[in-house]
Each structure stands twice: as structure tokens, then as C-alpha cells.
T-cell receptor, first 119, second 117 residues
Framework: AQSVTQLGSHVSVSEGALVLLRCNYS??????LFWYVQYPNQGLQLLLKYTSAATLVKGINGFEAEFKKSETSFHLTKPSAHMSDAAEYFC?????????????????FGRGTQLTVWP | GAVVSQHPSWVICKSGTSVKIECRSL??????MFWYRQFPKQSLMLMATSNEGSKATYEQGVEKDKFLINHASLTLSTLTVTSAHPEDSSFYICSAKTDRTSNSPLHFGNGTRLTVT
């Protein structure tokens, strides 16, 4: 079974500082991993996804994430935070085709990390 | 592309009444849509998977008679909260995939804030 753990429910950084949001996964088969961003009272927007191609994935808004199998991690980073990055970020894992009897498309979400950016 | 429209964005209803939430895929056909519920400051909980032309698949613990899902066309799924109670107040979000593969992302609607008084 898949699961995702996001370390740190709140992260605060200064504008221009490095953003690091942590995500560790648990999966018995090679996973597909996603990062989503949610602004207040809105749905989720896909930032980036890992689907067993390049381990370093670049997404929108300057974000990127690196898949590290040895550490079962998929941390999200951005070199320089902007005020507009303040939002809730969710890491998610999808069932891969290797799962028998899976419902394709089901995502398992972490609890989310609230990013605050100080001026 | 891949826009999902959810309506209404917010609704207030009295206890005991029913509320219908619509989820439309505007520029693609979605054979499968997913309904999530999000409590304040918490993650998304998958409620059910909506399959076009067939019965929805509900997650364990979700009352199918209370949360009625209809997926009558390839672009529309509806969630009806029947006999709503204050504990049903929540943020409901629908999502859809453009294809059935696991590595394609979900596209989310903007959610519906339901308040039951």
C-alpha cells in the first residue's frame, strides 16, 4: 500500500531564501509521485510529477523535486522564495500499473505543508 | 487545457436539505472523476470514484446513500449531499483525469465550500 509523509506542517522562509518541503513515501512498487499546490479556497494545481523518467523533475513557478529511491524521498525545492509562493503544498503518490487490482488514478495525499513567506 | 469546472463555489443550506455539486470537464472527456473532501487544515480524503455510465466506487466509511454520485456523461459528474447536517460542512473538491493511466495527473476543480446551518 502507498502512503506519503510530509515532514513539517508549517514552513516559514524569508523572501529570496531557499524553499525545502519534505516528502517521504512508502510503496511496495515503483511509485508515481506528484506535488500539488493549493491556494485558499481553491482546488489543487499540479506543480510537477515523477513518473520513472528523470529523477530530477522541474515544475512550474521555479519548483523542482528530486526522486531518491534510496531515501524514499521526493522533496520539493525552490532556490528563491517569492511572496506569491505562500500556499499549502501537498505531496501525493499514485498507484502504479504494477499494482494488481488498483483503481487507476487514485492518489494518496500527504497531510500538507503550509508555506509562509516573510518579506 | 484540461480544465475542470466545479459549481457552486460555495453554498449555505439548512440542516435536512439536499445540496447538489456539479463537476464538469470543459475541454476533455473524463471517464473517471474523483470526489475528495477536505477538512480545515487537513489533507484531502478520497470519498469516491465516479465512473461514467456505472455506479460509483465509494471508499470505506463513506455513506453511499448520503453522498449520491451520478456520472451521466463523459463531462459531468454530480455529488448530492442528501439530508445535510452541520457535520457535513466541508470543502468538497472534484478531480478528473484526461486518461486512465496512473502517471497522468489529476486536474482539480476549484472546490465547493459547503456550510450546513
Amino acid at each position: 500500500a502507498q502512503s506519503v509523509t510530509q515532514l513539517g506542517s508549517h514552513v516559514s522562509v524569508s523572501e529570496g531564501a531557499l524553499v525545502l518541503l519534505r516528502c517521504n513515501y512508502s510503496s511496495s512498487v515503483p511509485p508515481y509521485l506528484f506535488w500539488y499546490v493549493q491556494y485558499p479556497n481553491q482546488g489543487l494545481q499540479l506543480l510537477l510529477k515523477y513518473t520513472s523518467a528523470a529523477t530530477l523533475v522541474k515544475g512550474i513557478n521555479g519548483f523542482e523535486a528530486e526522486f531518491k529511491k534510496s531515501e524514499t524521498s521526493f522533496h520539493l525545492t525552490k532556490p528563491s522564495a517569492h511572496m506569491s509562493d505562500a500556499a499549502e503544498y501537498f505531496c501525493a503518490v499514485s498507484e502504479s500499473p504494477a499494482d494488481r487490482g488498483s483503481t487507476l488514478g487514485r492518489l494518496y495525499f500527504g497531510r500538507g505543508t503550509q508555506l509562509t513567506v516573510w518579506p | 487545457g484540461a480544465v475542470v469546472s466545479q459549481h457552486p463555489s460555495w453554498v449555505i443550506c439548512k440542516s435536512g436539505t439536499s445540496v447538489k455539486i456539479e463537476c464538469r470537464s470543459l475541454d476533455f472527456q473524463a471517464t473517471t472523476m474523483f470526489w475528495y473532501r477536505q477538512f480545515p487544515k487537513q489533507s484531502l480524503m478520497l470519498m469516491a470514484t465516479s465512473n461514467e455510465g456505472s455506479k460509483a466506487t465509494y471508499e470505506q466509511g463513506v455513506e453511499k446513500d448520503k453522498f449520491l454520485i451520478n456520472h451521466a456523461s463523459l463531462t459531468l459528474s454530480t455529488l448530492t449531499v442528501t439530508s445535510a447536517h452541520p457535520e457535513d460542512s466541508s470543502f468538497y473538491i472534484c478531480s478528473a483525469k484526461t486518461d486512465r493511466t496512473s502517471n497522468s495527473p489529476l486536474h482539480f476543480g476549484n472546490g465547493t465550500r459547503l456550510t450546513v446551518t
